[in-house]
């Protein structure tokens, strides 16, 4: 339970990061990062189950984190 826990605030982290690369977004540090992992995480895995797609493994949850963090970031920009 408590890998389970730190695997998924690795992955948001990484996932995070990996966004604000994509999107060209300035780095606003290690806690920036982490919180738009999460959301992204959570997103992504919302949006990925919607559209019955699923993904195996660490790097499938890197993915799914990634794209959740990618689409946040350029929704949030949008407002």
């Known amino acids: 339970m408590l890998m389970d826990i730190v695997w998924f605030l690795v992955i948001g982290l ?3 990061w990996l966004a ?3 999107t060209k977004r300035e780095g606003k540090g290690i806690v920036s990062y982490l919180i738009i992992g999460v959301v992204g995480a959570l997103l992504g895995g919302c949006l990925f ?3 019955h797609l699923v ?4 790097l499938g949850e890197l993915v799914i984190a990634t794209v ?3 689409i946040l970031l350029f ?4 407002i």
């Not at 929704?75 to 949008?78: E, M």
């Open 49 to 51: 189950r919607l559209l």
């Open 14 to 16: 990484v996932a995070g």
């Open 75 to 78: 929704v949030l920009r949008k």
């Open 68 to 70: 959740g963090a990618v």
């Open 55 to 58: 993904a195996y493994g660490l």
């Open 20 to 22: 604000s690369l994509i």
